[in-house]
């Protein structure tokens, strides 16, 4: 049975069209369920800020992996990956179609190729903290003695993946840039993934509409929430990164003015953007169309 996937940039109108291809498929007797590839529309009570699908939408068409954790919980990419892909085989074990939908390139690889993750461990992760806290430099060196490769590819002052890198040396043995070998190859674990539909908007268009996007989340109470959010306890590490959340945060705490907030989360998410475009240019799967002629091609298939 049929995955279908479409991915692209924030803002670059993937869940619009999504809902609208799924609305249109379920019309013609082919059930169709929309899977959110996206690592903050899990977070209950995080609306605003991951512009997730309305409450009519998701009674339109049935969405999944969104509202499902609480945002004081911490996600890694090998846990969503394993919840995603049992979602997935629910979804086809009741004779409905899979679309997939997400900007993160990482995890939309993680859920459909076979991509190894390394090990982490919370206390070897606290004692590499604790001794290359105030030796950014340090760390780099070292990990250059035990993996030289990777220490190539990370800066010396990212302190925070060079110690991750030790981290994986320490636990597994084997050089954290070993684990990047799957990253080259494009082969997805479902051979029935016909295509990916990339939305890939002119660069200008699309910065007004990231720009359009950050006025409205302030204006539509982007702080309130992310207040209310604050108020029930700590943010896990991944919700607190949220494009959006850690501005708002700022403003709340006196270091951004409100003024200023919009045009920050425009500016981090145009960075993003930028990134998400990168990394689905890069994979052959990817088809770039506009939407009129993405819609007829997944209504194809």
């Avoid at 479902?190 to 908007?201: F, N, T, W």
């Avoid at 982007?222 to 590490?237: D, H, I, P, V, Y």
Wanted: charged share 30%.
């Amino acid at each position: 049975m049929t995955v279908l996937a479409v991915v692209g940039p924030t803002a670059s109108g993937k869940s619009r069209l999504a809902l609208e291809v799924a609305v249109a498929r379920r019309a013609l007797d082919r059930p169709t369920e929309i899977v959110a590839v996206d690592a903050f529309t899990v977070y209950r009570g995080m609306d605003i800020g991951t512009a997730k699908p309305t409450v009519e939408d998701r009674a339109a068409v049935p969405h999944h992996l969104i509202d499902v954790l609480d945002p004081s919980e911490a996600l890694s990419v090998a846990a969503f990956r394993d919840v995603a892909r049992t979602t997935i085989d629910e979804v086809r074990a009741r004779g409905a179609t899979p679309l997939l939908v997400g900007g993160s390139g990482l995890y939309f690889r993680a859920v459909v190729d076979p991509l190894r993750f390394p090990p982490t461990d919370a206390e070897v992760r606290a004692r590499l903290e604790q001794r290359w806290a105030s030796d950014p430099q340090g760390a780099h060196a070292e990990l250059a003695r035990r993996d030289p490769v990777a220490a190539e590819r990370i800066a010396p002052g990212n302190l925070r993946r060079s110690i991750r890198a030790l981290e994986v040396v320490e636990l597994t043995g084997e050089p954290f840039s070993g684990f990047d070998d799957s990253y080259d190859t494009y082969r997805s674990i479902y051979p029935d993934l016909e295509g990916v539909v990339l939305l890939d908007p002119p660069t200008d268009v699309l910065r007004r509409r990231i720009g359009r996007r950050a006025e409205e989340m302030v204006a539509g109470g982007l702080l309130e929430e992310t207040a209310a959010l604050r108020a029930r306890g700590r943010l896990s590490r991944t919700a607190a990164q949220a494009i959006g959340y850690a501005e708002a945060a700022a403003t709340l705490d006196g270091d951004l003015p409100v003024a200023a907030l919009a045009e920050a989360i425009a500016r981090r998410t145009w960075r993003y953007a930028r990134r998400q475009r990168s990394w689905f240019r890069a994979d052959p799967r990817c088809r770039a169309l506009e939407p009129a002629a993405a819609r007829e091609v997944l209504l194809a298939r």
